[in-house]
């Protein structure tokens, strides 16, 4: 859910950014930092739909196990990275020996990554973010594809395309999570 905005010739730090997103024409708007270059997050009815639909399923499955929290759209700052400052449109982190800092970003990437096409999105792009996410500490990274009804699922070691009349699985970073990929379409 995000498109680029004008060519830039040298990379935004994150202290450009911030001060980019402090001026008055950017209030109300999402704006992600990649690689040093600004991206605007955008939504579509269908992308925020199946967002509303992820985000209910797991935080049913958190309810029922308290292993874990998930965040819609919280920003990732990590300390050491001057040029990301990214957003998923779902992230879960787990609990073990982490507390909620409620007024700060994510200081750390979480352990399952989620993000949700819109029209404006370039697949090349998502997969050039999963791939950030997992070699910065991310273990699962979903990409759901709304235009061909499909979600790639991506570990450190592994890729794998989920279709949709597939089943989405948590593995060992959410024991008994299920998902039938064909649920994402059913309120479209």
């Given amino acids: 859910m995000m498109h680029m905005l004008q060519a830039q010739t040298k990379p935004v730090t994150a202290e450009a950014f911030i001060a980019f997103l402090l001026q008055p024409e950017n209030e109300g708007r999402r704006f ?10 955008s939504a579509s009815q269908l992308s925020a739909l199946i967002a509303s639909l992820v985000n209910a399923v797991l935080y049913i499955y958190f309810q029922e196990r308290r292993t874990g929290w998930v965040f819609s759209n919280v920003s990732i700052n990590l300390p050491n990275d001057k040029l990301n400052d990214t957003i ?6 787990l609990k073990a020996g982490r507390q909620l800092d409620p007024n ?7 352990d399952l990554a989620i993000e949700i096409k819109s029209p404006t999105d370039s697949l090349i792009k998502m997969r050039q973010k999963a791939n950030y996410y997992l070699e910065n500490g991310t273990k699962l990274v979903w990409l759901v594809d709304t235009q061909r009804q499909k979600v790639e699922v991506y570990t450190v070691d592994d890729t794998e395309i989920i279709e949709s009349s597939d089943t989405l699985y948590g593995g060992d970073l959410l024991p008994d999570f299920i998902l039938p990929v064909s649920d994402l379409w059913i309120q479209a």
Avoid at 32 to 41: D, M, R, T
Avoid at 104 to 110: A, G, N, V
Wanted: proline share 13%; net charge negative.
């Fill in 32 to 41: 992600e930092l990649i690689n040093g270059e600004i991206v605007e997050k």
């Fill in 88 to 93: 998923p449109d779902i992230s879960v982190v």
């Fill in 104 to 110: 700060e970003p994510l200081t750390f990437m979480p």
